[in-house]
């Protein structure tokens, strides 16, 4: 593949002698296709990481079988299989780019993957971890309050009756922050108080029906009378200190701050709440098929994850209580 370089959609023979092709196509990222210079810079990384890797060789000579063992060397230095998967990425567009410009025979990257990712469980707090976290004795203390008249601020009955519906019923966070009051046209979830369930719109615009615990709408219930009226005209049941409605963000930071506080034994987010709303109820009873319904599953498959978190709670118990469990 000798010969010059020739401009954009003219093929040449083969890359021209000291022409920078990754210049030239990081310029065709920028100003081609529009790409910011933190995405293109992140392209140019890789790709001079490539011609390290390559140890000099001219591109031509980059085959499928190189790039193979290039990224089994890349698997070896324990890279994580999301950033070698991102690194082929760069390299096939790039190859792609430069059959273009040369008669390049084939991109080399193609057909190549990534080394698959292990499967890691979902992490999950245990029942009495989960317990103190969204419902902490002194939270319960100032709810109430000495004389029996109620003592917490409407933030923290707002964060209470959040935390303990993401548990309670297992939903996402954007559910969970688009919930309205009542029903309405355009209202994407809402709480049936008088039949203790939440109304909720999942992914793929699916609309499902989740109990609420007793807890759950004890909390609810004490945050709907101090609650005040949206300064965003919606109907949003929980709130920012604003009075707009609260976004996913802010819920994940004040639950994050609420774990700090409340001692939780992990860094706590809302969906470690999901996961363990399904470890908990699948402990309990065993039933997938009901837990992927109140997930919003589309496939149990999906949901056969937390089949694996019962096993593990099953066998923390056994290697706890059974004498001859553990070889001493």
Known sequence: MAGAGVPAATPAAGPAAGRDWIADYLAHLRHGRQLSNNTTAAYGRDLVELRTLAEGRDWTDIDHFLVRRLTSKLHARELDPRSIARKLSSWRGFFDWLGTQ???????????????????????LSVDDAVQLVA????QLRAAGSDGKGGAEPAELCNRAMFELLYSSGLRVSELA??????????????VLENREVVVTGKGNKRRVVPVGSAAMTALAAWLAVRPAPTDG???LFLSTRGTR??????????????????????????????????????????????????GHASISSTQVYTALDFQHLADVYDKAHPRAKIK
């Open 102 to 124: 040369t008669t390049l025979a084939a991109n080399p990257v193609q057909g190549v993957r990534a080394p698959k990712r292990a499967k890691t469980l979902p992490r999950a």
């Open 136 to 139: 902490p004795a002194h939270l």
């Open 178 to 191: 688009g919930l309205d009051v009542t029903p309405g046209k355009d209202a994407l979830g809402w709480v």
């Open 234 to 236: 919606s109907a949003a």
């Open 246 to 295: 609260v976004s996913p963000r802010v819920i994940q930071q004040r639950l994050q701050a609420h774990g700090v506080a409340s001692g939780a034994p992990v860094h706590v987010h809302p969906h470690m709440l999901r996961h363990s709303f399904a470890s908990h109820v699948l402990q309990s009873s065993g039933d997938l098929r009901a837990v992927q319904d109140m997930l």
